[in-house]
């Protein structure tokens, strides 16, 4: 073979590329890659922790129209918009003054007797009179509501809520819930057939037509723009009142009137029958476009619109990406301009036999033959949208029309050639499938730099696969169990190790070998979404679980560990496990894990869930899906109501405690946080579930350094208020760039 001087400066290039990445670069960085002794997966390395990475703090993405420049502002301005103004965020009205409460006799008659002496004039000012009371300031978030209880979907909207407003509380404890643990409760008295108003400033920058929006569950509410009164009918999705907005300064009155301000709740089963927990003396009030519009970005390189709801994380090697999606979709993604290399749908197919594949030959192969067409035409319908803008409105609907037809026949494609017990070991989640919230390729992909691992979790279905970077299927294993999905799924993570791929499922722990898949040892037991953790036992590693410490041959070293809960994972720091996930008291526990033959798992301190959360949460169960994240002593844990504790490890007490101040929903299927705190560079990134980023410097203080927004109208079921897509997964940081999967799309922020 001739040598020439291009193929010298090739091979050098490529030659410098890999000694430039390294494994022992700090994650993050741009120049780390990972290897079989430091690889990636969920977390990074499971800690939350990017040290390297150096992303942006300013990024946004906002509907272009009229909507996303209105200022808000509850007290009354002098002219020009001011320190008291805010930017009116997801649509969302939560700055107002109140006042009440009023006595009234007749619901439906007394919308119209005028509390106020001049309500169609009325501009109000903090601390005015308002009647016989005065206006009052009062912010619509997720501190100021009077119940967080999801599964009453007490929170699935940001009400201007006047039973906490006005409310008496009258606190007691439930006597009986369905874990037998004492819970946080509230009643508040003297609140039948009330009135109270509701009033804001809206500033629009020209004169222009928005729709209005006010959610409620009222005999009568009634509202006022500019002094033109209007009565709001009760409608599940709003009025859409069209309104026109003038120039300059806009009021915006509303009058609410309950009967009764609270109720028992709805929810059936274990729940006491006379807990007050459904609150309805309340309003939301959104401002949506009046006609169609695009999106303007800052910061936004580009987004990829994906083949279903899903919770994976993405992971980089290299310049690769590789993120799930939908049920059975593995996608590998140029992370530089967001296109496709490859996509592999997971089918029972990839890991029969030949003798298994024999016997469904005639019914198997045209479906796949089928599922390779279409999966090649839609990356190439999916490339030719990659863009910082997203897709157009009339294109997202082509598309979408497109993904519903492939949702139906990837479900009747699995059917068909689905083995096991019964056919029963189907590779997704019955009611939690193709439309509900949860789906069964939820976990993280993991990566020793040189092959991709992926589980994909379905209803008694576990389907384990090794790819090679470039998409070539190694080694599949479909595994079937006389256990059934949880109540919501199972989208645990696998850990690699050693050689090793350590996966939980709902019938134990199981240990395959990363090069051949073949199964080494297993721990039976009842696992949940849990991921061992690497400790250190007599100067050797070992596996962590709730249940037990394992040695990395299978051998149950001891037994214990800790109290899991929910879709929750705890972290370990030298040797320490904070678990912020106690059921029963929602205490915080720091627990030695033994280091030695002859040790048992030791509580060193406790904090209680009264000192935690001092009954802010309210009626609520205390539920907790974002794990926490250790940073120099102190620990963060946010909880899915959007309540932030850091505690302080030494001092062993929490040092702040706030609700974030961002748009949070709480309700059955759309929790408020379930992403991860993370560390990224010298900052601290918390993500709510509609793609709203707080930017933490990291301290006791909690002092923010950054606010962003990504707007984007869903065209998803169950997505939040206005169509607002959801973000249940954790982030990830590469160098300058930072990536975040939403429902539709995944995006990468990078500054430019």
């Known amino acids: 073979m001739k040598i020439t001087a291009a193929l010298i400066a090739g091979c050098m290039l490529a030659a410098g590329t890999l000694l430039r990445a390294s494994d022992q670069a700090l994650l993050g960085s741009p120049d780390f890659y990972p290897s079989p002794e430091h690889p990636?997966?969920?977390?990074?390395?499971?800690?939350?922790r990017f040290p390297g990475a150096t992303p942006p703090t300013n990024w946004n993405r906002r509907l272009a129209d009229i909507t996303s420049e209105i200022v808000?502002?509850?007290?009354?301005?002098?002219?020009?918009?001011?320190?008291?103004?805010?930017?009116?965020?997801?649509?969302?009205?939560?700055?107002?003054?109140?006042?009440?409460?009023?006595?009234?006799?007749?619901?439906?008659?007394?919308?119209?007797?005028?509390?106020?002496?001049?309500?169609?004039?009325?501009?109000?000012?903090?601390?005015?009179?308002?009647?016989?009371?005065?206006?009052?300031?009062?912010?619509?978030?997720?501190?100021?509501?009077?119940?967080?209880?999801?599964?009453?979907?007490?929170?699935?909207?940001?009400?201007?809520?006047?039973?906490?407003a006005f409310g008496t509380l009258v606190p007691r404890e439930r006597t009986k819930h369905w874990n037998d643990g004492p819970k946080f409760t509230v009643r508040y008295a003297d609140l039948e057939k009330q009135a109270a108003y509701a009033h804001t400033y809206l500033y629009a920058p020209r004169p222009a037509d928005v729709v209005l929006d006010i959610l409620h569950d009222l005999p009568a509410v009634k509202m006022w723009m500019n002094g033109s009164p209007q009565v709001v009918f009760?409608?599940?999705?709003?009025?859409?009142?069209?309104?026109?907005?003038?120039?300059?300064?806009?009021?915006?009155?509303?009058?609410?009137?309950?009967?009764?301000?609270?109720?028992?709740?709805?929810?059936?089963?274990?729940?006491?029958?006379d807990e007050l927990g459904q609150i309805k003396w309340r309003f939301s009030a959104y401002l949506t476009p009046a006609g169609?519009?695009?999106?303007?970005?800052?910061?936004?390189?580009?987004?990829?619109?994906?083949?279903?709801?899903?919770?994976?994380?993405?992971?980089?090697?290299?310049?690769?990406?590789?993120v799930a999606s939908n049920n059975t979709d593995l996608f590998c993604i140029d992370k530089r301009s967001g296109k496709i290399l490859w996509l592999h749908t997971g089918t029972c197919w990839d890991a029969m036999t030949v003798e298994e594949r024999a016997a469904i030959k005639a019914t198997a192969e045209p479906l796949l033959a089928e599922l390779e067409k279409s999966n090649a035409e839609l990356v190439a319908r999916l490339n030719a949208n990659v863009g910082p803008q997203g897709l157009a409105a009339s294109a997202k609907a082509v598309l979408d029309k497109k993904l519903e037809e492939r949702n139906k026949f990837l479900k009747s494609l699995h059917d068909a050639i689905a083995t096991g017990p019964g056919k029963k070991g189907k590779l997704y989640i019955n009611g939690f499938n193709f439309s509900g919230d949860n789906t069964a390729g939820n976990a993280a992909p993991t990566s020793d730099g040189q092959r991709v691992y992926w589980v994909t979790q379905g209803d008694g279905g576990y389907l384990t696969s090794a790819f090679d970077l470039?998409?070539?299927?190694?080694?599949?294993?479909?595994?079937?169990?006389?256990?059934?999905?949880?109540?919501?799924?199972?989208?645990?993570?696998?850990?690699?190790?050693?050689?090793?791929?350590?996966?939980?499922?709902?019938?134990?722990?199981?240990?395959?070998d990363a090069s051949t898949g073949k199964e080494l040892w297993r721990v039976s037991g009842r696992y949940f979404t849990e991921r061992p953790m690497v400790v250190q036992f007599n100067g050797q590693p070992a596996l962590q679980t709730p249940k037990e410490l394992v040695s990395l041959s299978g051998e149950v070293l001891?037994?214990?560990?800790?109290?899991?809960?929910?879709?929750?994972v705890p972290v370990m720091e030298n040797g320490v496990l904070y678990n912020c996930s106690n059921p029963g008291d929602l205490s915080f526990e720091a627990i030695a894990i033994p280091a030695k033959d002859g040790e048992k798992h030791q509580v060193i301190w406790k904090v209680d869930g009264k000192t935690l959360y001092d009954c802010k949460l309210g009626n609520r169960l205390g539920f907790y899906i974002a794990s926490p994240l250790y940073v120099d002593g102190l620990v963060y844990q946010v909880e899915t109501a959007g309540y932030l504790v850091v505690i302080d490890t030494r001092e062993k007490k929490p040092v702040c405690q706030r609700f974030m101040d961002d748009y949070n929903v709480n309700g059955y299927r759309i929790y408020g946080h379930t992403a991860s705190p993370t560390l990224a560079g010298k900052n601290i990134y918390l993500m709510s579930c509609v793609g709203g980023v707080t930017i933490l410097k990291p301290g006791s203080d909690c002092i923010a350094v950054g606010q962003n927004t990504?707007?984007?109208?869903a065209s998803l079921p169950d997505s939040a208020p206005c169509g607002q897509e959801v973000f249940y997964s954790g982030l990830w940081f590469d160098g300058k760039q930072m990536f975040i999967h939403g429902d539709e799309y995944l995006y990468c922020i990078e500054e430019k």
């Open 72 to 164: 808000v502002q509850a007290t009354r301005p002098n002219d020009k918009p001011g320190p008291d103004s805010h930017r009116l965020e997801y649509c969302t009205i939560n700055d107002w003054l109140v006042a009440g409460p009023f006595p009234v006799t007749d619901c439906a008659k007394d919308i119209d007797h005028d509390f106020l002496g001049g309500e169609a004039d009325i501009q109000p000012a903090t601390g005015a009179k308002a009647g016989d009371q005065q206006w009052k300031l009062f912010h619509a978030f997720e501190g100021s509501q009077a119940c967080h209880d999801m599964n009453q979907n007490n929170c699935l909207q940001t009400w201007v809520d006047f039973v906490y």
């Open 470 to 512: 470039n998409g070539k299927l190694i080694w599949s294993n479909l595994e079937f169990q006389n256990k059934s999905a949880g109540e919501h799924g199972v989208h645990g993570s696998p850990l690699l190790y050693g050689g090793k791929l350590y996966f939980c499922t709902m019938g134990g722990l199981i240990a395959r």
């Open 40 to 48: 990636v997966g969920w977390r990074g390395d499971g800690s939350g």
């Open 292 to 322: 169609a519009c695009g999106y303007e970005t800052r910061n936004v390189a580009w987004m990829l619109k994906l083949t279903g709801r899903n919770m994976s994380q993405p992971i980089t090697v290299g310049d690769k990406l590789f």
């Open 234 to 273: 009760k409608k599940g999705k709003g009025d859409h009142l069209k309104i026109h907005l003038n120039q300059g300064w806009n009021r915006l009155l509303v009058k609410a009137i309950c009967d009764p301000a609270q109720a028992p709740n709805v929810c059936a089963g274990n729940y006491p029958k």
């Open 710 to 713: 990504i707007q984007n109208i």
């Open 558 to 568: 001891v037994k214990g560990g800790y109290a899991p809960w929910c879709c929750y």
